[in-house]
């Protein structure tokens, strides 16, 4: 049975398009883990300051594998040598405008298993 995790973040109005692009940056990092079944980042539209970030595994072995594996650190680690690099570093705040942190203010990660599923016939 998949497992979907979905990372929310809170981004202020400010932050979007800088997140926006420390994603895209990335892209391909966790395509080629094992397990791992679909990616989306999904934009608030209006009445909400929170980006989900959809990921769907194999199993939460898979996720977990992940998670800890390198691939992810190198995530990690480029998106924040990127913010430092563009005076973004840590001590600057927790993301609240340009220069300051992290793209998101705060984060929470939801768990959910797959109970049915479909899509386009072919």
């Known amino acids: 049975m998949s497992v979907v995790k979905i990372n929310v973040l809170t981004v202020s109005t400010e932050m ?3 997140l926006e ?24 539209v209006e009445g909400t300051d929170r980006y989900l970030v959809y990921t769907r595994w194999r199993s939460e072995d898979d996720f977990q594998k992940w998670q800890q594996g390198e691939a992810f650190r190198r995530g990690h680690a480029q998106a924040a040598a990127e913010a430092a690099a563009q005076g973004h570093g840590p001590g600057h705040g927790q993301g609240h405008g340009h220069g300051q942190g992290p793209a ?14 479909t899509g386009p016939k072919a």
């Open 104 to 117: 998101a203010a705060g984060s929470e990660l939801w768990t959910f298993e797959v109970a049915e599923s």
């Open 21 to 44: 692009r420390r994603f895209a940056n990335r892209a391909g990092m966790v395509e080629s883990a094992d397990g791992f079944e679909w990616f989306e980042l999904l934009r608030p």
């Open 16 to 18: 979007r398009e800088e």
